[in-house]
């Protein structure tokens, strides 16, 4: 799949669920109101689509949520998609995760192909860690990362830098991660969906937070490409490599190689775009994956250049209205 300004297509985002057990204040309003379980995609149904990718280029496949752990018998899917794995049609099958289920699950995720995961974690303080889910529970995420690493999963850690929250805690977290032997990736703040606050005070340019480090680490550029956006260094005093997804100050469009499908089906090009393909009339439709195909062709065929996001005083509303949790974050 190649789209109009002549990027190949070969990492496939899926959200499994719209749902989480979290409620991550940026990511989420507090009173969620989530999508009809009726209108989810089943199981079968996501498998047939990630299927229908893979035979058309894909990759990489992550899944995501939501908080994929939570969707009813994922392990099932995951199985069933490690068949690509075995086949070599596939080269890493992987997913996204608060961690607070991993204690249950990692084994079983080592057991069907997955070789490493992205684990979101915004700080090591226990309270600081309640108030930006909520109510989530610091204790059961280490030791879902613990047991993660015990079965010898590769973790990441991503963590969202928050003004004023967490954003002098970046070098103590970076430490940590970096003493277990695990990458840290920095992300930005984005303007998706209604939390109910402004994003304004939550936004931390990455750009900013670099220089901090720089002042203190030193920071060697590398040309590290793990198939994502984020751009690597790597941080002599510690040894590990330290990454920054910053789409507000420097967008990652020209060498995006990625679509996303929500959990109902639909397949969104551009994280930053309204933009929309119902792949679930298709896949519906038809026994066989003409149709299907025919709507990705016709969607990858207008994928935007890039996205807009866009966060001050005089734009602080989303830039788009659909929450990450239901595009997959």
Known sequence: MTDPFGRSISYLRVSVTDRCDLRCFYCMSEDMTFLPKSDLLTLEELDRLCSAFIAKGVRKLRLTGGEPLVRRNVMSLVHSLSRHLDSGALNELTLTTNGSLLEKFAAELKDNGVRRINVSLDTLDAAKFRAITRWGDLDKVLRGIEAARSVGLKVKINAVALKNLNEDEIPSLMEWAHGKDMDLTLIEVMPMGDIGEGRIDQYLPLSLLRARLAARYTLTDLPDDTGG??????????????????????NFCESCNRVRVTCTGTLHTCLGHEDASDLRKPLRASSDDSLLAATIDRAIGLKPKGHDFIIDRRHNRPSVSRHMSVTGG
Do not use: D
């Not at 956006?229 to 420097?250: C, D, K, N, Q, W």
């Open 229 to 250: 956006p984020a751009r690597y260094v790597r941080v002599s005093e510690t040894g590990g490599r330290l990454g920054f997804i910053t789409p507000m100050t420097h």
